[in-house]
Every structure is written in C-alpha cells, then in structure tokens.
C-alpha cells in the first residue's frame, strides 16, 4: 500500500465543502450504521473521489468504523485511491458467503476497503447483482458504523454493471454529483428521474466544479 497514495485521500477529508458534504448526509440519514451511495448521471463527474472522501472523513473527522466499497464493476477506480489491488472474488465469495476475507485495510485508520472484482473472478453462472449488492451491504452494516459506495454512472446503462440505481435503493441513500458545465441539464434531469421512480432517497446534488486543465 502507497503511504503517498493515502495522504491524497487525507486531503480529501480536509477540504471543507468535503466536510461539509459528509455533515448534511450525517444529518438526514441519522441513522447508525448508515450506507450511503455516490452515484452520478454521466462518466467522470467525480464520483470515486467524492466517495473516497466521505469515507476519510468519516473516519478521520466523525471517529466512524468505515467500509468504503467499489461497486463500479464496470470501470473500478477506488482501488486507485488507495493503492490496493482488486480482490474481490467470487470463489472466495461463494466458498465463505462472506466478504470479510477480501477487505482490505486502507493505511488510514478506521476504514477499510472491498474493491470491485478483479479479473480473475469469474462466475461461471450468470449472478443476480441485485441480490449480491445487498448481501454485502447488508454484511458491511454488520461491521461498520459507515459504508460508502462507489458506484458507476446512470448513463450510459450497460447490463455488464452494477445498476446504480438499484444500488441506490439498497442504500440508505444517495449522493448524485454534477460536473458543473460538463454534463447536459438534460441527462441529469433524466438520471434524477430514474432516482426518484425507484424511490430512491435523493439526499443531495454534490457540484463539482472541477475544470480539466488537459481539456
Ligand atoms: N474536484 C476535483 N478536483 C480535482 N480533480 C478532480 C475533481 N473531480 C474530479 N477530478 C478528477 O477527474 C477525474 C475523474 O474523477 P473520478 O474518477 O472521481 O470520476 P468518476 O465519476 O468516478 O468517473 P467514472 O465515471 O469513470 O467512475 C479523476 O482524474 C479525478 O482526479
Ligand atoms: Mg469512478
């Protein structure tokens, strides 16, 4: 694990709108343990950077237990952030029913990671996504005062993923973060729409106004 690659994550739990971010979800959800998920309409609007920082500071700043857990299997990138392989397998899965033995701590104290699959894990039947993300929040309730979730975005859909919107319903509630200037008003007023059919529990629009200086 990369000592520098955790000090990133430790900014993140520094800035202030981060803080923030977390306090507002703290307060509407008040419940313990919580589950929140991050999800977004469009790709890279900043979803697994906002969940790595309400998972730090939730752990650094709120003296939570807490399991930040990658269920963007379709482009993981939590991992990333903190410097850890993927481990998540199926075999070990089905062989334990648990997913104890694939988190990993973090090198940030108090939270620890499940990561989404790695490519060595299989299944050789086709496995119901719904039900598999709900065992494990159900398991990460179990052990951890907070779980985050990384999530992948509403749009495109693509049957390879975890549907983010089901995820959604299976957490406590959502974060939705916008690009600001990025992502059409059009897309994130259909991804808001999809939320609330579902009757997800929308707790907050996240705006990132991030600028891509390569861009
Ligand atoms: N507020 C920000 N400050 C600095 N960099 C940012 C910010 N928001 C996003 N980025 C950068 O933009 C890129 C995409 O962000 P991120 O990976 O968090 O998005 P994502 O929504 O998770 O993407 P994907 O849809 O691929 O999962 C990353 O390189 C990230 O470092
Ligand atoms: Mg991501």
Known sequence: M?????????????????????SVIEQTL????????????ARGEGKTTVAAGLAAVAALHANKHVLA????WYSPALHKMFGVDLTFDFDIY?????????????????????????????????????LLGK??????????????????????TN??????????RIADGVAMVVLTNET????????????DTAGVN???VVVNQWQNPMV
């Open 69 to 72: 857990v990658d269920l963007n």
């Open 159 to 168: 049957r390879r993923m975890m549907d983010p919107v089901n995820i959604a």
């Open 184 to 195: 059409p008003r059009q897309l994130i007023k259909r991804a808001r729409m999809f939320l």
């Open 94 to 130: 089905k062989r334990d029913n648990s997913i104890k033995e694939m988190i990993q701590p973090t090198g940030i104290q108090n939270l620890d990671i499940l990561t989404a699959r790695s490519d060595q894990s299989r299944s050789r039947q086709e496995i119901n996504k719904y």
């Open 2 to 22: 990369s000592q520098s690659i955790s000090r990133e994550v430790k900014m993140l739990a520094e800035i202030a709108e981060m803080k923030r971010i977390y």
């Open 135 to 156: 065992e494990i929040v159900k398991q990460a309730r179990e052990n951890y005062d907070f779980t985050v979730i990384d999530t992948s975005s509403i749009f495109p």
């Open 202 to 204: 929308v707790l907050g």
């Open 30 to 41: 008040n419940v313990n343990p919580a589950c929140v998920a991050v999800t977004s309409g």
